[in-house]
């Protein structure tokens, strides 16, 4: 690696979700960020770069394998071909790490316990709290579902930020914990018509992705609402799944 390239690859991990770098042993760049935990290791040879994640949790690379395959025979090892697809990557990286558990609610204690010191002192543990508290937490979980469906419907693909609503499958009051309520896989990235069906429970999902409609809606309305045969999650994780047999279940019961 020489020192334009070490400099090009520091540049666009600045510029892309991880803006510091440690040091290193051999021919290599590690990046890492104050935003997230992830740390990345990257390489350069003639035919690209390979990208080795040292990830914040494990979710990280099964979601990455997604859309991006690692370097044959080379394990967690990323290979990309050019540094605008390393930006693609390493950008990707960082906000995935921002959204999957747990980063998102160590980002929402930090921002609610910002916010309450910001309350007057009359405030504090009352009904302003909590609600400041579940205004910051749904903020969060927003963002999150955006990084982590990359800013588009679950199911349409539709990438309108101002049509899109962050979807609980167990909703923020039953939930357990802060853990589940800012959970990235405990709910869906929709669109409006969805999502208020959703929360309703007159749609669900199965456990390969495929929407189910409550009888409750009628053929018209289903057409009114463009809902139509096949519509399904663009991919469902198993980490999904235990949130949707929850809704599901709600769902069949039709509460």
């Excluded at 018209?220 to 469902?236: E, F, N, T, V």
Aim: overall charge neutral; charged content about 20%; proline content about 4%.
């Amino acid at each position: 690696m020489n020192l334009l390239q070490r400099a090009l690859i520091e540049k666009t991990g600045h510029d892309n979700g991880f803006e510091h770098v440690l040091p290193s042993a051999g021919d290599a760049v590690t990046l890492a960020s104050a935003r997230h935990r992830s740390k990345a290791t990257v390489t350069a040879s003639a035919d690209g770069f390979g990208v080795r994640f040292q990830p914040a949790t494990p979710a990280l690379l099964p979601e990455l394998l997604r859309s991006i395959q690692p370097w044959a025979g080379g394990g967690a090892v990323f290979r990309v071909p050019t540094m605008a697809d390393l930006a693609a990557l390493l950008r990707r990286a960082a906000s995935l790490s921002q959204a999957l558990p747990n980063q998102a609610v160590r980002d929402y204690h930090a921002a609610v316990a910002q916010a309450v010191a910001d309350l007057p002192v009359e405030n504090r543990g009352t009904e302003v709290e909590r609600l400041v508290r579940q205004r910051v937490g749904q903020e969060r979980y927003r963002n999150a579902l955006l990084s982590y469906w990359g800013g588009t419907c679950a199911v349409t693909g539709v990438s309108t930020t101002e049509a899109l609503r962050a979807s609980h499958a167990k909703p923020w009051a039953e939930c357990a914990d802060d853990g589940e309520r800012l959970d990235v896989f405990n709910g869906f990235l929709l669109v409006a018509n969805l999502d208020a069906l959703f929360d309703r429970f007159l749609i669900s999902f199965d456990d390969t992705g495929q929407l189910l409609a409550s009888s409750q809606l009628s053929q018209g309305d289903l057409l009114g609402l463009g809902i139509r045969p096949g519509m399904a999650l663009r991919w469902l994780a198993g980490e999904h799944r235990p949130y949707l047999q929850w809704h599901r279940e709600r769902f069949l019961l039709g509460v």
